[in-house]
């Protein structure tokens, strides 16, 4: 079975603060992709990586980095958290193709205070 | 750029009856994928169903299918004999077949599905 895991899954961090939220895959996926979800919002993304050092600016990239030096990980970076960025992350990952279904991580609850 | 709506934030269905849950989507291309995930109260999504835009069958898996009409945009997921293990959020997702890199998908704002005895 494919296996995407995050690092924490709920994280309490003050405002200001440098936050790293990591993701693995075991699957050798090409892609890999952070969501934001929020209530009535729905998933939003954030980036994703195509390939490994390859990422793109997804929906709501703003305030966010993104690291992907080995093809299994990818990390999402607050630089500097503030109380918006309050939210569920959920990490993902997928073969190339479009066929192809996402595989997603158990979440990641972040709260900035 | 692509939009998915769910216009029902919330449903409720009763044990062994059948629900059906609404989606729409706006585009201007032919070629796409449609898919149904499910998010129980754990967190981890997982994948129910999905849909080529240029297959005319709709989809079953088990006790899960969708009535897809293209010309309506719609892609609706109805769950048969509906159980205790199915409450959950259900989100409705559009994939591009034209997206360079990525395979990004659009997602919907979700539907609480409530199962009740």
């Known amino acids: 079975d494919v296996k995407v895991t995050q690092s924490s899954r709920y994280l309490v961090k003050r405002t200001g603060e440098k936050v790293f939220l990591e993701c693995v895959q075991d699957m050798d996926h090409e892609n890999m992709f952070w969501y934001r979800q929020d209530p009535g919002l729905g998933l939003r993304l954030i980036y994703f990586s195509y390939d490994v050092k390859m990422k793109e600016k997804g929906d709501i990239p703003e305030g966010y980095s993104v690291s992907r030096e080995k093809k299994e990980r990818f990390s999402l970076i607050l630089e500097s958290a503030s109380t918006n960025q309050t939210s569920m992350y959920l990490c993902?990952?997928?073969?190339?193709?479009?066929?192809?279904?996402?595989?997603f991580g158990p979440g990641t609850r972040l709260t900035v205070l | 750029a692509q939009t998915v709506t769910q216009s029902q934030p919330e449903m409720s269905v009763q044990e062994a009856e059948t629900v059906t849950l609404s989606c729409t989507y706006d585009?201007?291309?032919?070629?796409?994928?449609l898919f149904w995930y499910k998010q129980p109260p754990s967190r981890q999504m997982i994948l129910v169903i999905r849909q080529e835009a240029y297959k005319q069958q709709n989809a079953t898996e088990n006790r899960f299918s969708v009535n897809f009409q293209k010309a309506a945009k719609s892609f609706s997921l109805k769950i048969s004999d509906s159980q205790l293990g199915d409450a959950a959020m259900y989100f409705c997702a559009y994939r591009s077949a034209l997206t360079g890199g990525g395979n990004k998908l659009t997602f919907g704002t979700g539907t609480q599905l409530k199962v009740e005895l």
């Open positions: 585009t201007s291309e032919s070629d796409y994928y």
């Open positions: 993902a990952s997928s073969e190339t193709g479009y066929r192809n279904e996402q595989f």
